[in-house]
């Protein structure tokens, strides 16, 4: 099973709106990520959860706020949006480093897809 | 840090014909390198990766080819279909990290 599952599918969000992503993987994958993704453009790393710890924040903005519950759960909180927040956020899983030697591939979850109005 | 180039941005192919995305890396560290496919609306997918202990590896009518000297490494697609039609990302690891780091991407349309 290489399947990362992520809720909403589609979320419209006012900019005083208080929101939450949800994002879950059964693969025992031990590093999981934020990314947000803008059209015709890469997926762009914004936290990275290494063994549940916040190990890498791409100096992204405190509206966005991380949240790694247990080992197959990341959320990611949002408050106060701007306009320019709208984009499709990515959530991906893959063994940590030191979780197991060899092992590198990235598994992306189908994104949730944000509009702020 | 890494970074990574790709080339080209856009690439239009008949049917049937093959069709070659090229990628640069910076940092002679990084070993292992995948290539994603997204289609439109739909989540990047991996397609194929090597690393850097192999020079080539293919699976069907994909292939990557990579050159640690040089440090790139090619996404080759032979018998284009147009369900090909998608953006493909390459990306790079640095040894010791988990983090990818991606090209810009490039648009492949294949026509009938």
């Known amino acids: 099973d290489t399947e990362v599952t992520q809720t909403p599918k589609h979320l419209v969000m006012g900019m005083t709106n208080k929101k939450s992503l949800k994002c879950e993987q059964h693969?025992?994958?031990?590093?999981m990520y934020w990314y947000k993704q803008k059209a015709k453009k890469p997926p762009e790393l914004m936290f990275v959860?290494?063994?549940?710890?916040?190990?890498i924040n791409e100096s992204v903005p405190s509206r966005f706020s991380p949240e790694c519950p247990n080992s197959s759960l990341l959320n990611l909180h949002l408050h106060a949006l701007q306009p320019e927040d709208s984009a499709l956020y990515l959530c991906?899983?893959?063994?940590?480093?030191?979780?197991?030697?060899?092992?590198?591939?990235?598994?992306f979850g189908p994104g949730t897809r944000l509009t702020v109005t | 840090g890494e970074n990574v180039e790709q080339h080209p941005s856009t690439l239009s192919v008949q049917e049937g014909d093959s069709a070659v995305i090229k990628c640069t890396y910076s940092d002679s560290a990084s070993n292992y390198f995948p290539w994603y496919k997204q289609e439109l609306g739909k989540r990047p997918q991996l397609i194929i990766d090597?690393?850097?202990?192999?020079g080539e590896k293919k699976d069907q009518r994909i292939a990557v080819t990579l050159n640690k000297t040089a440090k790139h490494f090619s996404l080759h697609i032979t018998e284009t279909q147009p369900e090909d039609s998608a953006v493909y990302f390459c990306?790079?690891?640095?040894?010791?990290?988990?983090?990818?780091?991606f090209g810009k991407g490039t648009m492949l349309l294949v026509s009938p």
């Open positions: 990306a790079a690891r640095l040894s010791g990290y988990s983090t990818l780091t």
């Open positions: 959860y290494s063994y549940e710890k916040l190990s």
């Open positions: 693969m025992g994958h031990r590093a």
């Open positions: 090597i690393r850097s202990n192999v």
């Open positions: 991906a899983s893959s063994q940590a480093s030191g979780q197991g030697a060899f092992v590198y591939e990235q598994y």
